[in-house]
């Protein structure tokens, strides 16, 4: 359990939830971006089936007094409103889900949907889309439907407005996402697992120690390997080649720690 701040721009107040925290509330409009893009271009996530995260699911659960229930599913689910994003403040930070935010992947954050989820967002005025994996809890103001990563947000030609109407419809494996976009089309990432283990504390803590390294891309990536048996995987990435990560490799082991494994997504 943790306790964090509503984005906004006042301090509403400290809310305790049960699974997870939700990260402060955003100003309309972010102030100008400062952290330096990743070398390897990232693209729009292809939706596929994934276990629901062990932690950001907690239903019911209340923020600044008022309930929300957590969708059993997100087949089928579509919502017109407004949407915002969220951008260098919170790159670094963890998500509802215990995932570690990168504001130039393309997710969002949603109040009911199952995380993670996935969804494709249309910005209505100028007919631009996106598509989003759902990893975090939020917008709690006014009427906002979804907070966009500041990566989907700039692909709908909205990071000026702060604010756009958008259509939101969610997507799953099944439902045809057109692999002849340029933007869609799957790629194949280079990252290097470090360890994996059953405590997240665990994991935390060799994360902390290969940052001390210099190792910045380090994060842990939580999952479950059976219902109930939590694993959390230590993964550095993505990275630009298989000899980058060789060369990191070598670094790694050279601290004294085990040889870690080369993954491909």
Not at 55 to 83: F, I, K, M, Q, W
Request: glycine share 8%.
């Amino acid at each position: 359990m943790r306790a964090e701040s509503l984005r906004g721009g006042l301090l509403i107040g400290v809310v305790l939830l049960v699974a997870c925290g939700q990260q402060p509330q955003k100003p309309v409009t972010e102030p100008a971006v400062a952290i330096s893009p990743p070398s390897v271009p990232r693209i729009e996530p292809t939706p596929i089936i994934e276990p629901l995260s062990p932690v950001g699911n907690h239903s019911p659960y209340r923020v600044a007094g008022d309930t929300y229930r957590v969708l059993a599913r997100s087949e089928g689910y579509s919502e017109t409103g407004l949407a915002s994003w969220y951008g260098p403040k919170f790159h670094g930070k963890l998500t509802s889900n215990q995932e570690v935010y990168d504001m130039y992947a393309y997710s969002a954050a949603h109040k009911t949907l199952p995380l993670p989820s996935y969804a494709r967002v249309t910005n209505l005025k100028n007919q631009r889309t996106v598509i989003v994996r759902i990893n975090d809890r939020g917008p709690f103001v006014g009427e906002r439907i979804i907070d966009l990563s500041y990566a989907a947000a700039q692909k709908l030609d909205m990071i000026n407005d702060g604010v756009a109407e958008v259509e939101m419809r969610t997507l799953l494996p099944h439902d045809g996402v057109d692999m002849a976009r340029p933007d869609v089309v799957s790629a194949t990432f280079v990252y290097l697992q470090v360890g994996a283990f059953s405590m997240r504390d665990n994991a935390l803590g060799l994360v902390r120690q290969l940052k001390t390294a210099g190792i910045e891309s380090a994060q842990v990536l939580s999952g479950e390997l059976s219902p109930g048996q939590p694993i959390h995987r230590v993964q550095i990435g993505p990275l630009e080649s298989e000899s980058v990560a060789d060369q990191l490799s070598e670094k790694i082991v050279a601290m004294g720690l085990n040889q870690p494994k080369v993954v491909f997504q």
